[in-house]
């Protein structure tokens, strides 16, 4: 018998949604679980975490200076984190041994803080910040440019921010994930730019990472329908070469571009509301 996630329960009379959501299923389209449709509670309980995560990384451009060691920015977010009540997320997540991740150059993500990696003028670094806060997760990042660098490197940075809002746009109550990851395909190529495959954005908010997986590229009117109440990160990897990257086989972790060449990544984590995405991590 054929097993319909959104057929009220117990054969009580059904809701809206469930009356909206049983018919797309019933044409074969792929609706999120229930469990990743959030109540009004969970949703301030994101919120609450959300705006700890925002404060960890507007202290983080506070203090990031030339010189300063990723080790220093692991230290910021995980005292601040702490004196706020939260847990930072990645700390031993998956055996992740810091606090945050720090990504410079030619690294896609998932950068290790180290005491012996200094910045330097002319770097670009993502610092990616993920917060549990009452058993809520949140999850943003951001670039930071160190000094003066190269106008190629301003113009990703700035092309990939725009990725990300761009992205975002797109995402429409009772349309696709696939519609944001071509917006952001469209606008990375249009720039000639390419788009990293191998890492997503995704679900968040009850757990790390959750369903839908948020690709950055595809097609328009593809992946799971985008409902009200659902909360997920887009986060764009974009490089100015090619899209091709490997891991860092020393720590298993690192994601590098193949070509060495520099690579941009923003990232919010956002709710879907009746009329359009909602920044949370704003
Ligand atoms: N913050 C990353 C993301 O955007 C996850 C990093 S996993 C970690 O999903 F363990 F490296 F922190
Ligand atoms: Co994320």
Known sequence: MAHYEWEPINGSAPTELEEKLLAYEKKGILVPPRRVVLNSEQIQGIRESSAINTAVLDEVAKHIEIGMTTEDINEIVHNFTI?????????????????????????????????????????IINVDVSTIYNGYFSDASRMFIMGETSKENKRLVKVTKECLEIGAYAAKPFGFVGDIGAAIQTHAERNGYSVVQELCGHGVGLKFHEVPEVLHFGTKGTGMLLVPGMVFTIEPMINMGSRKVFVDRSNNWTIYTQDMKPSAQWEHTFLMTETGLEILTY
């Open 83 to 123: 004196a706020h009540g939260a847990v930072p997320a990645p700390l031993n997540y998956q055996g992740f041994p810091k606090s945050v991740c720090t990504s410079i150059n030619a690294q896609v993500c998932h950068g290790i803080p180290s005491s012996t990696v200094k910045l330097k003028e002319g770097d």
